[in-house]
């Protein structure tokens, strides 16, 4: 059974980066799959940030772009994210999904992580 | 950029039927995918590609797309139904990029 577990700091300061980790357990991120980054301002909906297959290959957020990059680590079955430049605009949940398609077309997010909440302030 | 409008509430009896819509631009040629988020917690798929559930989820749950309005019925409402519902679709566009719907408040009364 596949799980992803985020992690990372829960404090990050105005103009900083923003960096979190995604474990993901129970599934090689080497045989497959795009992974992604979904956050959540509190109080407010969804919003993509982007995501990446086990290649590296990576699809970003047009109005994030400038500010993120999604990188992948094949040997500790993880990915990540940074977001550079962060302002209190950029305080959510941060959540790491799987992408249900197996072969890396555009698809549903079929398993979550629980979230962590990242807070922009000084 | 691609835009998915849904209603901010809706409220049902239990035992009801709740409908909640998506809306966009020929929304119908492209594939939606709901999701249910409880408060506090991470969102769950409960639709993909239209109108196909997930393992384990209630087949009072079933999706339709046509045209530009694409719905997520929940058929005989129960109180843990009450939570937040997400469409969300693929922007093949010039952005290419993942799209979510301003989301529904369901509300069983």
């Known amino acids: 059974q596949v799980q992803l577990q985020e992690s990372g700091p829960g404090l990050v300061k105005p103009s900083e980066t923003l960096s979190l980790t995604c474990a993901v357990s129970?599934?090689?991120?080497?045989?497959?799959?795009?992974w992604g980054w979904i956050r959540q301002p509190p109080g407010k909906g969804l919003e993509w940030i982007g995501s990446?297959?086990?290649?590296?290959?990576?699809y970003y957020n047009p109005s994030l772009k400038s500010r993120v990059t999604i990188s992948v680590d094949t040997s500790k079955n993880q990915f990540s994210l940074k977001l550079s430049s962060v302002t209190a605009a950029d305080t959510a949940v941060y959540y790491c999904?799987?992408?249900?398609?197996?072969?890396?077309?555009?698809?549903?997010?079929?398993?979550w992580g629980q979230g962590t909440m990242v807070t922009v302030s000084s | 950029s691609y835009v998915l409008t849904q209603p901010p509430s809706v409220s049902v009896a239990p035992g009801q039927t709740a409908r909640i819509t998506c809306g966009g631009n020929?929304?119908?040629?492209?594939?939606v995918h709901w999701y249910q988020q409880k408060p506090g917690q991470a969102p769950v798929l409960v639709v993909y590609?239209?109108?196909d559930r997930p393992s384990g989820i209630p087949e009072r749950f079933s999706g339709s797309n046509s045209g530009n309005t694409a719905t997520l019925t929940i058929s005989r409402v129960e109180a843990g139904d009450e939570a937040d519902y997400y469409c969300?679709?693929?922007?093949?566009?010039?952005?290419?990029?993942?799209?979510f719907g301003t989301g529904t408040k369901v509300t069983v009364l």
């Open positions: 999904a799987k992408v249900r398609d197996l072969d890396g077309a555009p698809d549903a997010f079929d398993i």
């Open positions: 129970g599934y090689s991120i080497s045989s497959g799959y795009y």
């Open positions: 990446i297959y086990h290649s590296g290959s990576t």
């Open positions: 020929n929304i119908g040629s492209k594939s």
């Open positions: 590609d239209d109108s």
């Open positions: 969300q679709v693929w922007d093949s566009s010039s952005d290419h990029s993942y799209v």
